[in-house]
């Protein structure tokens, strides 16, 4: 018998590969360990008999030659094919293991005779790939259910750990016939009644760390019930709230605190971070479950791994552009347009007596002389109230107050001198060299 299998917990990327390797491997069988994501379970409730799934406990894996293992290749996450496994290592030649995966390698991996693993957003992809090279035909049902397998591990390509070739793969299922106004009907989570009743504890739970990279945020939860799905409720809040990385960490009752977690920041390496914890998972989403230790617990110890794992931010000081040039109160106006002119700058810092006493831009002076007040003093139309930054303070602080009140040049002070300036351009070079967050 050929066995194609997945996760525990079967997600559209896992079903999607599953349903993609059996056109590769014709007469195979899929096989789940019983357990299916919510949106997977109601897909299924209607394709159920266009693709079929069986139970693993209901198969006889010792007729197993050939183990297909898709979207994962930890063994711990493979208990349902176990058997298998203890097989391969007595009698090597009793099977073939083949793994196909996106997830970055641990200890725990299977041991297989051939690897299909490439740090692309969606396993699917890297079938969908194979089936296009083979020149496989596939219906709009396929092209659909893969594009979903695409959408929800690379979250519509938006997710940081997407690559084109994701890309590539879907508009290659596009013209296939994937019915794009399905999507959302499987893609979003319904969530019921206990799902959003714990969505709304868990916003008003959530609370900031310190800034590392990123902007992180940890909401701890008791709940006295269990919803369908964490995931879910996870999931919904992290596009919620404004956070590169939210950490969910929820008690249930039986003691065991289930921490998901999910970054859109590689500054945050979530799957390293839980694995720490207990679990595992990739750079952008994972999970980790803590028994027997209280949630206050399980918080300072997610906090420590955070500490340690975080790359630290860069501060404004390795950024600002110094030394500042200047003007003073008394300066004409069109002694200053000259001279921005002459400097290439948008705008500048207004001092007297060796202090910041406000901001004038290039717009200012030019509404200025349109409006005849050009023989005018700078300190005519400076603004006063300005907002500054402080050498040391993390890169991503200063991008925030830069978005939020919508300034183009941050003074930046040490004490009340001023000792630089971080312009539109010096931070539009540190977002997209290094892209961050
Ligand atoms: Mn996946």
């Not at 659909?144 to 997710?159: K, R, V, W």
Request: net charge negative; charged share 25%.
């Amino acid at each position: 018998m050929k066995l194609i299998t997945s996760h525990e917990s079967t997600d559209f990327d896992a079903l999607a590969s599953c349903v993609g390797l059996q056109k590769l491997f014709p007469d195979s069988v899929i096989g789940v360990s019983g357990g299916f994501s919510p949106n997977v379970h109601q897909y299924l409730a209607i394709h159920g008999d266009r693709f079929r799934t069986q139970r693993c406990q209901d198969l006889d894996l010792s007729q197993v030659d050939l183990l297909i293992v898709t979207d994962v290749r930890r063994r711990s996450r493979l208990t349902h094919v176990e058997p298998v496994f203890e097989r391969a290592a007595r009698n090597p030649r009793s099977v073939r293991i083949l793994v196909w995966d996106h997830h970055p390698s641990t200890a725990d991996d299977v041991h297989a005779d051939e690897e299909h693993v490439q740090p692309v957003g969606s396993v699917t992809t890297l079938i969908v790939e194979e089936l296009r090279a083979r020149g496989a035909e596939i219906d709009r049902e396929e092209a659909t259910l893969f594009s979903l397998g695409i959408h929800e591990d690379t979250g519509s390509l938006a997710y940081a750990r997407s690559s084109s070739r994701d890309a590539t793969a879907l508009a290659w299922l596009m013209g296939q016939g994937a019915q794009l106004g399905l999507l959302q009907r499987f893609l979003r989570p319904r969530l019921d009644a206990v799902e959003r009743d714990l969505l709304v504890r868990l916003l008003g739970a959530v609370h900031d760390l310190p800034r590392f990279g990123a902007s992180i945020g940890i909401a701890p939860l008791e709940t006295a019930e269990v919803p369908p799905s964490l995931a879910d409720v996870s999931a919904e809040a992290f596009r919620l709230l404004p956070h590169d990385a939210l950490f969910c960490a929820y008690r249930l009752p039986n003691g065991k605190t289930h921490v998901i977690g999910r970054a859109q920041a590689s500054a945050v390496p979530v799957g390293a971070i839980l694995q720490e914890l207990g679990g595992g998972g990739h750079a952008g989403a994972g999970s980790a479950v803590v028994r027997d230790a209280p949630l206050d617990q399980v918080v300072g110890l997610l906090h420590a791994v955070v500490e340690r794992r975080c790359r630290r931010p860069q501060v404004v000081r390795e950024l600002m552009s110094s030394p500042v040039r200047t003007v003073t109160p008394e300066m004409p106006l069109s002694e200053l347009a000259h001279s921005l002119e002459e400097w290439g700058h948008t705008g500048a810092p207004v001092i007297r007596d060796g202090k910041l006493v406000g901001m004038i831009s290039r717009r200012d002076v030019e509404r200025a002389q349109r409006e005849g007040r050009g023989s005018l003093a700078v300190s005519s139309c400076m603004a006063h109230q300005v907002r500054t930054v402080g050498p040391d303070a993390p890169l991503p602080e200063a991008l925030d107050q830069m978005q939020a009140y919508n300034i183009g040049r941050l003074p930046v002070l040490d004490g009340a001198r001023i000792i630089g300036i971080l312009s539109r351009e010096d931070v539009l070079g540190y977002l997209y060299e290094e892209s961050p967050c």
